[in-house]
């Protein structure tokens, strides 16, 4: 019985899969567009956190009741939590868009070629 077990656990070990052309491309083009859509994620997002930092700077420096009652490291810590917020929102968005857009343009080019 332990022999049998033995040589199952051989045979399930030795095999190997082979994925076809058709697939390695499918692959490669979604490892693709899915750095192209980070990159892409992440310059919008760098400009939405430098963007929203701007005028929380000045709405913590500026307004009197913040001036008053928030210290410097209170006020650091609400331009950075405006401007975290507005970087993974706007990554996020981008991301999503990029991937909805990859997706419509497959099932386009299927439609296509089943016509």
């Given amino acids: 019985m332990e022999n049998r077990s033995e040589m199952g656990n051989r045979r399930q070990q030795n095999l190997f899969v082979i994925a076809s052309p058709d697939e390695i491309d499918k692959i490669r083009r979604a490892e693709t567009s899915s750095q192209a859509g980070a990159i892409a994620g992440a310059k919008a997002a ?21 001036k008053a009652n928030l210290n410097y490291t209170a006020q650091a810590l609400i331009i950075s939590a405006a401007s975290i917020a507005a970087f993974f929102i706007t990554a996020d968005k981008t991301i999503l868009q990029g ?6 343009a497959q099932l386009k080019k299927a439609q296509q070629d089943s016509k």
């Avoid at 760098?46 to 913040?66: E, N």
């Avoid at 991937?99 to 419509?104: D, I, K, L, P, Q």
Wanted: proline content about 7%; hydrophobic content about 65%; overall charge positive.
């Fill in 46 to 66: 760098a400009v939405a956190a430098v963007a929203s930092a701007i005028p929380t700077v000045a709405a913590v420096r500026v307004f009197p009741w913040a």
């Fill in 99 to 104: 991937a909805r857009r990859n997706t419509e």
